[in-house]
């Protein structure tokens, strides 16, 4: 026979309130940032060729967001977001904004504009390295944020390496060649 330990006392007032409940999670409404311990992962993702970049900012703002989109675009490109207001600018600085609408009422997530059959316009694509994402981390079970930058490295890295070339298999290694051994 097994003993089963309870794990607090579900659906029991507490009384005490120098004993609150213990929460999950972090139940900070709104866009996170670095003061409020949820500090947001801003990323790009390349259709083209599929990688990725990350990187970890202290907000979500334009001035955070705008210069990361536009270092990783190049000047004439196409920038498919969803209606967040700090993408609002990118047509200023050459790069071209189509959004999806995610909010209610009328909530989009793909739309064809050119009527081919495509569902061209979605952000579909970085929503699924967000998931890559967060289940690379749920085995770290926490990261703390001083460290997660370099977290999102390693994620990004793992991504964008396609193959085990000669280059991935002796950084891998720590070697400069793996011929002639």
Request: glycine share 8%.
């Amino acid at each position: 026979m097994r003993c089963i330990k309870t794990r607090g006392k579900k659906g029991v007032k507490h009384t005490d309130p120098e004993d609150p409940p213990r929460r999950r999670a972090n139940s900070v409404k709104g866009h996170g940032t670095w003061e409020n311990d949820r500090p947001p992962v801003l990323g790009v993702f390349a259709r083209d060729s599929g990688k990725i970049h990350l990187e970890v900012a202290h907000s979500s703002s334009r001035a955070a967001l705008q210069p990361l989109v536009e270092a990783c675009t190049s000047v004439g490109c196409t920038v498919n977001t969803d209606e967040w207001v700090a993408y609002d600018k990118l047509p200023n600085n050459g790069r071209k904004r189509v959004k999806v609408k995610h909010a209610k009422p009328n909530c989009e997530y793909a739309r064809d504009d050119d009527g081919d059959g495509i569902r061209e316009v979605h952000c579909n694509s970085m929503e699924g390295v967000w998931t890559g994402l967060r289940n690379f981390l749920r085995t770290f079970r926490g990261v703390s944020k001083k460290y997660l930058a370099q977290y999102g490295a390693v994620f990004e890295w793992s991504h964008n390496v396609k193959q085990a070339t000669e280059e991935f298999l002796n950084a891998m290694v720590g070697s400069t060649s793996i011929k002639g051994t």
